[in-house]
């Protein structure tokens, strides 16, 4: 079985700065409707089936507030 | 089915979330100089100094030994420290503000005297903490909140190279410049960050990795419009890449 | 083992520095206070110490902090123009109750005034001189043996209160040969100023977060009310050492019709005068602060119980006087009182007889 990657965003450190919409090869990071206790408008993973793993959204994140969870 | 998390905070951060304005550079220099840290496995025998500007938080988030210092005397801070302690590891955090300005004469100093400590060094091309001022390390035409007009050469000289210009000083040994708005370059510095810690626990001399970093907030532009400015604008003038490494030769290499 | 030296006050100071267990030496040339660094330098190398000429006076406090933030004893030395440059680093000392000591062999000014002893640096070591609310405990030597002892001392009282010490010397004391016993610095630690209390471990240093969670040092307090009680802590640290530590010598008629008061340099002439006087049948006595902050306000004013004519020797233009009225003013209203000033300003030096020619005139 091919191993499935999920992108976890942490709800209280997403500061909705988008860098990782921008460096993620395959498009599925959006800017969703759900707001934080700080009003930030939280990153969210669209579709996780098709994430690599290539961890450049959670790189990126000034935030550290991306985990990448690997499932086989 | 087995489940691994890939990619997670280091234990070299605390749990805590960062004050700093949203897609601001210190975040990433914060993580990964932590990671490298950690990874050195040094957590235990770090002592960080911390500059008056926006990273002066740093000691909420990293997890290791910090103290603050006087606006630009980080570097005499972290000298003493060092001679105090050779075998800990000393990190000395400055801004373009601390370092290229207030701070010049410390930071000169400290370099030509090979001091044994690593200088991690943030240029966003302005003041941070007091609201997006000239500093130094400003660009040519850029206005900030002190030049509204744009920097002119004629009033307020260059942009200064503070990799190029310290790595001329014999006492050090390395000096690197990296970004930290993509993936790759990310890793690059973090790369540079864990070279410029085997300089100093090898004690050959001083070291010193300078990081671009968007100012999203005092740049008045977005995170994305950043991270395009910085890359037409910054890295021509200021090149990304290994200056010098006059470090013991890795194993292997 | 005490052990008796022929030495310029500025070396045996450093030699005191070095007994009372200081391994860290930071410090940029200025006259009349050279002879420390060029001291320094050679032994620090003897005694696996540390001796770093710094590129400024700046610099050099900025080092004496991060020393002190891993929680070894350090010191800096300058004179006044130099310890005018290190008042931001001894704000920082004092706001992050960092120890450390630092010498000011005082030269005239302002400006860069001249190389003559002058003590016109009273109001920025006792007032503080950088910036917030703080106190640095200053102590005034007036013989060179004084100031060795004061100096081992400077580093006990930095340890127990965690707070900057200044020593106020100045290019009399510093310049001058005298032949002084170097106390053992245990043996003055048991019977000497701090016997009886126990210096405090330093569990605040930072040397690595090894065995425990990392610590940090700041003095940066942004959160709402954290910063007043920041100071109030301070403040109520103050206050215990008003209280037990002023210290004062008075010497000379216990019934006196004139006080003469003057501390370092210029308490050493006065004692002169006190002779003098002593011998023409005045009755007068000497005030010497040793502690110029905190001030021995209590051992002035119970001189002016019984004596209401002052005569305030100082080598400045009237800064220290205002001390001296403070502290009379506790027992009598300043109407009642004459309170006269003697000042040599820009390096001119009060010498006995007109020390005591002066008295003469105030009594009469
Ligand atoms: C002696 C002194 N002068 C000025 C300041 C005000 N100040 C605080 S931070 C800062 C500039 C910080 O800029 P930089 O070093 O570039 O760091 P950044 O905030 O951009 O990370 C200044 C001027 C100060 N705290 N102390």
């Known amino acids: ?72 | 089915m087995s489940e691994k998390i890939i990619f997670t905070r280091t234990e070299g951060l605390k749990p805590a979330a960062t004050t700093y304005c949203p897609g601001c550079g210190h975040g990433v220099a914060h993580r990964i100089l932590a990671e490298a840290v950690a990874e050195a496995k040094a957590l235990e025998r770090t002592v960080a100094v911390a500059p008056v500007g926006c990273a002066v938080y740093g000691y909420d988030y990293w997890n290791f030994d910090t103290t603050e210092a006087a606006h630009g005397r980080t570097p005499a801070v972290a000298t003493a420290i060092k001679r105090v302690l050779p075998d800990r590891l000393v990190i000395c955090y400055q801004g373009d503000g601390d370092m290229a300005s207030i701070g010049m004469a410390e930071i000169v100093h400290a370099a030509n005297r090979g001091e044994k400590f690593t200088v991690i060094f943030i240029n966003n091309a302005n003041y941070g903490m007091t609201g997006g001022q000239m500093a130094p390390t400003t660009l040519i035409g850029q206005k900030t909140a002190t030049t509204p007009y744009g920097r002119t050469s004629e009033e307020a000289g260059y942009p200064m190279k503070m990799a190029e210009f310290l790595a001329q000083l014999p006492g050090v040994k390395y000096a690197a410049r990296g970004a930290l708005h993509k993936p790759g370059l990310i890793r690059t510095a973090k790369s540079y960050i864990k070279r410029a810690f085997e300089i100093q626990e090898a004690k050959a001399g001083f070291s010193i990795v300078e990081l671009l970093s968007i100012c999203p907030a005092n740049w008045g532009l977005s995170p994305l419009e950043s991270v395009q400015k910085l890359e037409e604008l910054m890295l021509p003038i200021y090149p990304l890449g290994l200056i010098k490494d006059e470090g013991p030769k890795k194993e292997g290499a | 083992m005490s052990q008796i030296v022929f030495a310029k006050g500025n070396e045996a100071m450093a030699e005191a520095a070095i007994l009372a267990g200081c391994r860290y030496y930071f410090g940029y040339p200025i006259t009349p206070q050279n002879e420390v660094p060029a001291y320094m330098s050679r032994r620090m190398p003897e005694v696996n110490g540390v001796f770093l000429q710094a590129e400024s006076e700046v610099a050099a406090i900025n080092m004496v902090f991060g020393a002190a933030v891993t929680g070894v004893r350090a010191m800096t030395s300058s004179s006044s123009p130099g310890i005018s440059l290190k008042q931001e680093g001894i704000s920082y000392m004092a706001g992050c109750e960092l120890p450390g000591v630092i010498v000011n062999v005082v030269r005239g000014g302002p400006g860069l005034g001249s190389i003559a002893p002058a003590q016109s640096d009273y109001w920025q070591s006792t007032r503080g001189g950088g910036h917030g609310d703080y106190r640095t405990i200053v102590l005034a030597p007036h013989t060179v043996q004084e100031l060795v002892e004061l100096t081992m001392d400077a580093f006990d009282l930095a340890d127990f209160y965690r707070n900057p010490v200044l020593i106020l010397s100045d290019g009399l004391l510093g310049q001058m040969m005298e032949s002084v016993v170097m106390p053992d610095p245990q043996e003055r630690r048991k019977t000497g100023w701090l016997a009886g209390r126990e210096l405090p471990p330093k569990t605040w240093a930072l040397t690595g977060a090894k065995g425990r969670a990392p610590q940090l040092i700041r003095s940066l307090l942004m959160a709402p009310g954290e910063l007043e009680s920041h100071n109030l802590h301070l403040a109520e640290k103050y206050a215990a050492i008003e209280k037990n530590d002023a210290q004062a010598e008075i010497i000379g008629d216990p019934n006196p019709e004139i006080v003469l008061a003057a501390y370092g340099s210029s308490a050493r002439l006065a004692k002169g005068a006190l002779e003098i006087l002593k011998a023409q049948g005045i009755r007068a006595a000497l005030f010497r602060p040793i502690t110029l902050w905190p001030f021995p306000t209590q051992a002035l004013a119970k001189l002016a119980v019984k004596a209401d004519r002052f005569l305030v020797v100082e080598m400045s233009m009237g800064q220290f006087i205002e001390d001296v009225q403070l502290a009379v003013a506790r027992e009598k209203s300043l109407k009642q009182v004459r309170i006269e000033l003697l000042a040599r300003p820009g390096g001119g030096i009060p010498l006995p007889e007109e020390i005591a020619g002066r008295a003469r005139e105030v009594l009469a």
């Open chain 1, 1 to 72: 079985m091919p191993a499935h990657f999920r992108v976890k965003v942490d709800p209280n450190l997403c500061k909705s700065c988008e860098l990782c919409i921008a460096v993620c090869p395959k498009k599925i990071m959006v800017i969703s409707d759900q707001k934080n206790d700080l009003g930030f408008r939280l990153a969210l993973c669209t579709d996780h089936s098709a994430c690599t793993g290539c961890m450049a959204c959670a790189l990126v994140c000034p935030d550290v507030a991306i985990e990448i969870i690997r499932t086989e």
